[in-house]
């Protein structure tokens, strides 16, 4: 069972425009969430995160916002670039495990 | 500052045998994470080490096990390889809380298994 959603496995948006990468989580007790960005052939690159007592965190065209009563995050990326152009994962922590558990990527394509 | 670095880059392996992949953290850096990243899907966890010792595994069978050198390196061993164990591995490591530090991938060994 799925407990990190990512239902879009792939998004395409305009150079400018923004990119929102949704996530879904089932486990309320999640604490933590985290943003990757993959480029073929390259290991995972920590984007931004986000805490459970948060709901917004924003690192200069990175925005990720955190809606606990729906379990949903959300990545915002403007104005978008064409090297954004990768798979996204989003990650939550489980704190009683240490375990990250991924989702199962969104592939964004920046359309220059 | 050197990343996470894993070896081989690449693996090419037949059914029955075993594999040994190898990880080194980032300097400082006492926990150590495998993950497994199939075709079509996403990453799966697979063993969590920290200080020498098993902290923590994933819903994979008994054959998937490593470990975590004095040095805090790792080895993930795979013990008889099956055709879907074909996949990226991934190794993370990160500081000393680990729930709360990011996790910093290394680029991956490709296995596969023919």
């Known amino acids: 069972d799925q407990q990190v959603k990512q239902n879009s496995p792939s998004l395409s948006v305009q150079e400018g425009r923004i990119s929102i990468l949704n996530c879904d989580y089932t486990?309320?007790?999640?604490?933590?969430f985290l943003w990757y960005k993959k480029y073929p052939a390259e290991g995972p690159t920590f984007l931004i995160s986000?805490?459970?007592?948060?709901d917004k965190n924003e690192d200069g065209r990175f925005t990720v916002f955190l809606n606990k009563s729906a379990k949903h995050l959300s990545l915002h990326i403007v104005p978008s670039q064409p090297g954004d152009s990768a798979v996204y994962f989003c990650a939550a922590s489980d704190p009683g495990t240490y375990k990250y558990i991924f989702g199962t990527g969104t592939r964004l394509k920046v359309l220059a | 500052e050197a990343g996470v670095t894993q070896s081989p880059t690449h693996l090419i392996k037949t059914r029955g045998q075993q594999a040994t992949l190898r990880c080194s953290p980032i300097?400082?850096?006492?926990?150590v994470y495998w993950y497994q990243q199939a075709l079509g899907l996403g990453l799966q966890f697979l063993l969590w080490y920290d200080e020498g010792e098993e902290r923590n595994r994933g819903n994979f069978p008994p054959r998937f096990s490593g470990r975590q050198f004095p040095n805090y390196s790792s080895e993930l061993n795979v013990n008889a390889l099956e055709l879907e164990d074909s996949a990226l591995y991934l190794c993370?490591?990160?500081?000393?809380?680990?729930?709360?530090?990011?996790?910093?991938f290394g680029p991956g060994t490709r296995l596969t298994v023919l």
């Open positions: 986000i805490s459970s007592i948060k």
């Open positions: 300097s400082g850096h006492t926990s």
């Open positions: 486990n309320s007790m999640f604490d933590y």
């Open positions: 993370a490591s990160s500081g000393q809380e680990p729930s709360y530090n990011e996790q910093f």
